[in-house]
């Protein structure tokens, strides 16, 4: 039993104009690829076949320490691209109306450009590679975090919504070194359908 590469959610160039098929071929077929199979060889490796993704990346301490490091680079990788490509959508950037997810953030934020304000400001500021990320923490408040490399949300006990990868990989042949121009334009593509479909299942909002 392995981890397989998830098929992308929507064609190559379903998110054009704003993120260009070139990239998005790449960064799936290529960059999650390879943190698919060099999940699959290191948990081969350690021998601990048959155990979720998930239970990897949250009972660290399980993972023998030879391994340890290498297990949560690699399927963090995994876990953090497949949470990612789900992020994104075609038809996106369409923010609820109402609804408790709604009524949440806008709370903490008070406006939706409040809130995408202080989101892409965490993800210009990350410094080097990681992502940003819109969590719930363990009393159920929604916060923005940012993690470096491919650490992951999950190993930090958040319950992730939303994230944006801005590893250069995500972004350079299309914006270049401009990380801003990278999130500006992603932000056309956010489904924030399944966004408040994973607060929901978070908190258990029917
Ligand atoms: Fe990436």
Same mark, same amino acid.
């Given at each position: 039993?392995?981890?397989? &590469? ?6 190559? *160039? =379903? &998110? ?10 790449l960064?799936?077929? !290529?960059?999650? *690829?390879?943190?698919?199979d060099? &999940?699959?060889? $290191?948990? *081969? ?5 048959? @155990?979720?993704?998930e239970?990897? &990346? ?15 680079n690699?399927?963090?990788?995994? #876990?953090?691209h ?8 075609? @038809? ?9 997810? $709604? !009524? =949440?953030?806008?709370? /903490?934020?008070?406006?939706?450009? $409040?809130?995408?304000e202080?989101?892409a ?9 990681? %992502? $940003? ?31 944006i990868? +801005? ?6 042949? !299309?914006? /270049?070194? +401009?990380?801003?121009? %990278?999130?500006?334009?992603? #932000?056309?593509?956010v489904n924030?359908? !399944? +966004? ?5 299942? =978070?908190t258990?909002?029917?």
């Amino acid at each position: 039993m392995s981890f397989e &590469l998830p098929k992308l959610p929507y064609d190559y *160039q =379903a &998110l054009e104009p704003w993120y260009d098929a070139e990239t998005v071929k790449l960064h799936h077929d !290529k960059h999650h *690829q390879t943190y698919t199979d060099n &999940l699959n060889k $290191a948990v *081969q490796e350690a021998k601990l076949e048959g @155990k979720t993704i998930e239970s990897l &990346l949250t009972a660290a301490e399980a993972i023998p320490d030879a391994f340890r490091t290498r297990i949560i680079n690699q399927g963090g990788g995994y #876990w953090n691209h497949n949470f990612f490509w789900e992020s994104m959508t075609p @038809k996106g950037g369409v923010f609820p109306a109402e609804g408790k997810f $709604a !009524k =949440a953030l806008i709370e /903490k934020w008070k406006t939706l450009d $409040a809130f995408k304000e202080a989101f892409a400001a965490k993800a210009l500021a990350h410094f080097g590679s990681g %992502w $940003a990320w819109l969590v719930l923490d363990k009393n159920g408040d929604l916060q923005i975090i940012d993690t470096h490399d491919q650490a992951s949300p999950l190993s930090q006990g958040f319950k992730a919504l939303l994230t944006i990868d +801005v590893w250069e990989h995500a972004y350079y042949l !299309k914006f /270049k070194n +401009v990380r801003a121009e %990278w999130i500006k334009s992603w #932000w056309n593509i956010v489904n924030w359908e !399944k +966004v408040e479909a994973r607060f929901n299942e =978070a908190t258990g909002t029917r």
